[in-house]
């Protein structure tokens, strides 16, 4: 169970960095199920630095530690982050890309990823 935790964490937890350049905190809880079956809850507690890549690209990296909360089990504390970029492509079509890894306190289980590709058209 805990691995779904892990990967619904990775599939959720991830987001666009804001418009302003310079450092942040980001305090960020994400929760899974599977059906009406609650697997669990994730809080990163991330520094990070985001800033402009030009007039029409961004980026942000952050990280730190996340809290797992598998439902039942005990909570542990493991290191985490991502990074992201995004870019302009148009006035009203952006595209954004973000890569996230997060540990495990148990040498049994791998170190989880994830990557999100995406576009936005604004109307």
Do not use: C
Not at 61 to 74: C, I, L, N, T
């Amino acid at each position: 169970m805990i691995k779904s935790v892990f990967a619904a964490a990775a599939a959720l937890s991830m987001s666009a960095g804001a418009a302003l350049a310079g450092p942040y905190v980001n305090v960020e809880a994400n929760s899974g199920w599977s059906g009406s079956d609650y697997g669990g809850t994730t809080t990163d507690l991330h520094v990070g630095y985001e800033g402009a890549l030009g007039d029409a690209a961004s980026y942000y990296v952050q990280g730190s530690a996340s809290v797992v909360s598998p439902d039942g089990a005990e909570s542990d504390t493991v290191p985490s982050g991502k990074a992201g970029l995004g870019l302009a492509v148009t006035d009203a079509l952006g595209a954004y890309g973000e890569v996230s890894f997060i540990g495990s306190g148990d040498d049994d289980i791998d170190r989880g990823y994830g990557a999100k590709l995406g576009v936005k058209y604004s109307f």
